[in-house]
């Protein structure tokens, strides 16, 4: 099947295919945002980055757990997933040998949720594997391309005049879609003045769950807009509502928060609840159930595309990776590391080009730098599992 993907099996004879884990490590980082962020939860200016790193065979693999510090895009937090890694996940990874993903993926499924905590260990354990099978990340999931089309994720802005000057400068630095935060009282009139100044680009907008189905009239309305997508109008568990709304908008719905597995993925579509789906690695619960929900949507012809939860250079280097996955067919929220920080934990940091693509890198492993030495002064919390 076209642009199915599986994890390529490791050469024999490069490594023995057990790989025994000598440790983890987690270090807490706050980074302060370029600017606040403001969505319909509220607005942030810093991220607690939570980095993850497993240590085996001499290697050091790393990954992200995209746990924000309030429950309110998902019911982990940063402390929730610390507690679980610490007292659980981790713990079950260091008891024996890990046999590939599938061994890692069933040692932690006893675990219910937390699937942003399960994730930064399973990125983790990927960096690991590729390093190990000595290719790149990409290479490892069986990714084509070599360069992934990117957009950009603008937060609820003071005004709307603010907003069209952000709608600007990312225009201007060649980034292919616009995505606008939404909520009530901040929608029709922004979107509104946004096409009208840009009647031809890539154009979205992402509620994050802020309306419920008796807003649905009034949605309705954004199909005057001809957007690429309504992402997540509304509440995070509803496949029914959204079924409904979807049923009488011309525009696609995109579920973003309702997707937290392959089972949700498969009822959504069932259910014909959206016709895109935003994949994020940190819902889901990591890369293989990444590559299900792929190969899912790649077989019923629905378009995916990567999503972003403001990470470090970490977090963002295992997306661009994912993103090259042919089936991820529209621009990811995978932007420059200078849109978010000052400075990021990798180097090179990630750029994006004036073509508004940013380059998959074929180096092995992560195909970035760690900046540990950064990563060290940064660190807030310091807790290792042996
Ligand atoms: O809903 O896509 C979202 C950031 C944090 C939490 C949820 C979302 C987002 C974004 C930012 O939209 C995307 C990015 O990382 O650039
Ligand atoms: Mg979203």
Redesign the pocket.
């Known amino acids: 099947m076209q642009g199915s993907s599986k994890i390529i099996e490791q050469q024999p004879e490069k490594r023995t295919t057990a790989m025994k884990i000598d440790g983890v490590e987690v270090r807490l980082i706050r980074l302060p945002l370029i600017e606040p962020f403001e969505t319909s939860f509220g607005k942030i200016d810093s991220r607690l980055i939570f980095l993850v790193c497993l240590e085996a065979e001499g290697l050091r693999g790393w990954g992200e757990v995209v746990a924000e510090e309030e429950p309110l895009?998902s019911y982990e937090t940063v402390n929730t997933a610390l507690h679980v890694i610490r007292d659980f996940l981790g713990p079950a990874l260091l008891t024996e040998p890990i046999h590939g993903i599938d061994d890692l993926v069933k040692r932690l499924s006893p675990f219910r949720g937390h699937n942003m905590a399960k994730a930064g260990l399973e990125l983790a354990y990927m960096d690991l594997l590729a390093q190990a099978s000595e290719q790149s990340l990409s290479a490892l999931i069986g990714g084509e391309l070599k360069r992934v089309a990117v957009g950009v994720?603008l937060g609820i802005q003071p005004t709307i005049s603010r907003l069209l000057e952000r709608v600007e400068k990312y225009l201007r630095l060649g980034y292919q879609r616009i995505k606008l935060k939404i909520k009530p009282g901040w929608d029709l009139d922004v979107v509104d003045e946004v096409r009208r100044k840009y009647p031809h680009i890539l154009l979205s907008v992402?509620a994050?769950a802020a309306y419920t189905f008796s807003d649905a009239d009034h949605l309705k309305m954004l199909d005057d807009f001809n957007l690429l997508m309504i992402e997540q109008p509304l509440q995070y568990d509803d496949l029914m509502d959204h079924a409904r709304l979807q049923e009488m908008m011309k525009t696609s719905l995109c579920l973003?928060e309702s997707i937290v597995n392959l089972r949700q993925a498969r009822m959504a579509l069932e259910l014909d609840s959206c016709r895109i789906i935003n994949i994020k690695v940190g819902r889901i619960g990591g890369y293989s159930e990444m590559l299900g929900i792929h190969d899912l949507c790649v077989a019923r012809n629905v378009p995916v595309w990567c999503?972003?939860?403001?990470?470090s250079g970490i977090g963002r280097a295992h997306n661009i990776a994912i993103a090259s996955l042919k089936g991820f067919s529209l621009p990811g929220?995978i932007?420059a590391s200078s849109r978010y920080f000052e400075r990021d934990v990798i180097s090179p940091e990630v750029t994006v080009d004036p073509d508004g693509t940013v380059a998959v890198p074929d180096r092995v492993g992560l195909g970035f730098d760690i900046d540990v030495d950064f990563i060290k002064h940064m660190t807030e919390t310091h807790v290792y599992i042996s």
Do not use: A, C, K, Q
Request: overall charge negative.
């Open positions: 895009y994720s992402d994050n973003d999503g972003g939860m403001l990470e929220d932007s």
